[in-house]
């Protein structure tokens, strides 16, 4: 596995389900992000993990939980979601303080909210 | 974060260079400027960047205007594949990690 991996890919559910979005990252980086990019607007940032700190809360609403147990994996916990939070989750990751300070993403994992 | 400014949507023909412009009135001088795409389905990819020379790779070439106010990705001859919306960021040195998207141009690709 290389680069940034995120799991599911797609997710349908309820409002009142708990489920979980995935990440990591194979590129030995020590920074990483969760973005939301919802239909016909900008990538929006959500959170910013370096060394496993969270440094970047950009007022999310608490239903999405992040953690962040080790460099290498970030989790998004998502509960009682409404269907507007309808979106692609992107992670990303990057290596604090490179040359280029160039973020790699995943492919996303599309979430919908019934 | 200072702001840039792109055109909504351009269009483009296979073989052919692109220009995709970018205004950024008020970067500071420690600032750099970086470009990202995003292909349908896809999350978004390093281009470029530069901070005040003219930047080459093998993906794009980057023009800065001699007062940084803005500045040009090129794709010398495009691509179907080249089909995807390209965001011009700005990323402070020795700031924050972050980067914070705009809406980005639309490049259509017509064979």
């Known amino acids: 596995e290389t680069g940034v991996t995120q799991t599911p890919r797609h997710l349908v559910m309820g409002m009142t389900n708990k489920k979980s979005l995935k990440c990591e990252q194979h590129l030995g980086h020590n920074a990483m992000y969760w973005y939301k990019q919802s239909a016909k607007k900008p990538l929006e940032l959500m959170f910013v993990y370096n060394f496993k700190e969270q440094t970047e809360n950009n007022s999310v609403p608490s239903r999405f939980s992040p953690e962040c147990p080790n460099s290498s994996h970030l989790f998004l916990h998502l509960h009682t979601l409404q269907p507007e939070d309808s979106a692609l989750y992107l992670c990303?990751?990057?290596?604090?303080?490179?040359?280029?300070?160039?973020?790699?993403f995943g492919e996303g994992s599309r979430l919908t909210v019934l | 974060d200072a702001k840039t400014t792109q055109p909504n949507s351009m269009e483009s023909n296979e073989e052919e260079p692109v220009h995709l412009p970018c205004n950024h009135s008020t970067i500071s001088g420690t600032d750099y400027i970086h470009w990202y795409r995003q292909l349908p389905s896809q999350g978004p990819e390093y281009v470029i960047h530069g901070l005040t020379s003219n930047v080459n790779n093998r993906m794009a070439s980057l023009a800065i205007a001699e007062d940084r106010k803005s500045s040009t990705l090129i794709l010398h001859r495009a691509t179907l594949r080249d089909a995807a919306v390209y965001y011009c960021?700005?990323?402070?040195?020795?700031?924050?990690?972050?980067?914070?998207f705009g809406k980005g141009t639309k490049l259509t690709v017509n064979p």
């Open positions: 960021i700005l990323k402070r040195q020795g700031g924050s990690e972050k980067l914070v």
């Open positions: 990303a990751s990057s290596q604090v303080n490179s040359v280029t300070g160039e973020l790699f």
